[in-house]
């Protein structure tokens, strides 16, 4: 690569496989949770992964992300049955927000974190568009690196206070569900909605709330009515807007608001986030 080195390469390199792995894992996570699919412990005399057509079992070869779509053309290398372009496409979404967590965060432990959280962000993106559902277990698994995170950047204080501002997060999330079920007459934010402001609430800083909540209604706005255009019916997933916004925040808080600059080099300042 002209103009970058060996070193960098390198980093690149890792990044773009690691991303294929995150979003081979996020396809996996897409497809077993909501059948009830264990994806931690196979289940007895049950493949790791196999065709959920024929149900044979998969080799490596079969399992390469994006390749082994391209390669096979779409479809199983055993019965021939069609594969969705969505797997591929959830790799390579992966490949570029771990590329994007890359470029802001480069090559460091905070950035290995935030790199970890794709899979499963990405899984409950896709998941509550299409089951409407934010599964708990993805949820607890973003807050736990998001707590994971504040401890990195400032010790057992950061941890401690992001786990409250989680917890205060979530209570005005439900007080504003509450309030808009009352105003609407009818159900506004879903439980696992609520759940995620929470999960937002570990990672982001107070002063982030607003944007948080300003982009979320805005592209919610425009998914209702992507998703009325397309026949989808009245009620839509806010599930995807609340994902989304709180990437964009968490990306500003890294680059616009810089409340983590400088951790890595042992600078102390005045944490802006609680």
Not at 139 to 163: K, P, R, S
Not at 226 to 231: Q, Y
Request: with cysteine; net charge positive; glycine share 12%.
């Amino acid at each position: 690569m002209a103009g970058v080195d060996a070193r960098t390469a390198l980093e690149i390199l890792f990044v773009l496989m690691f991303g294929l792995c995150c979003g081979s894992f996020a396809a996996a996570l897409i497809w077993r949770i909501p059948r009830g699919v264990s994806w931690i412990v196979a289940e007895k005399g049950a493949a790791r992964s196999a065709c959920p057509h024929c149900q044979t079992p998969l080799t490596l070869w079969d399992l390469i992300p994006v390749f082994s779509w391209v390669f096979l053309r779409g479809r199983c290398r055993h019965c021939h049955a069609p594969i969705g372009w969505i797997y591929p496409a959830i790799e390579l979404v992966s490949v570029i927000l771990c590329l994007g967590v890359y470029a802001l965060w480069g090559y460091s432990t905070l950035g290995g974190i935030v790199m970890l959280t794709v899979p499963f962000l990405v899984a409950l993106f896709v998941i509550d568009l299409r089951h409407f559902i934010l599964p708990d277990q993805l949820n607890a698994l973003v807050a736990f690196l998001g707590v994971v995170y504040q401890f990195v950047l400032g010790g057992i204080v950061f941890a401690g206070t992001a786990i409250v501002s989680g917890v205060l997060w979530g209570v005005c999330a439900f007080g504003l569900g509450f309030l808009m079920k009352k105003i609407l007459k009818k159900e506004a934010l879903g439980f696992g909605d609520v759940k995620f402001f929470a999960v937002a609430g570990v990672w982001l800083p107070a002063v982030m709330a607003p944007p948080f909540l300003m982009w979320a209604g805005v592209m919610g706005v425009g998914l209702a009515l992507i998703w009325k255009m397309a026949g989808r019916g009245a009620v839509f997933p806010f599930g995807p807007a609340l994902i989304v916004s709180f990437a964009l925040c968490l990306a500003l808080t890294r680059v616009g608001l810089g409340l983590d600059l400088g951790q890595e080099q042992g600078l102390s300042f005045v944490r802006l986030s609680y």
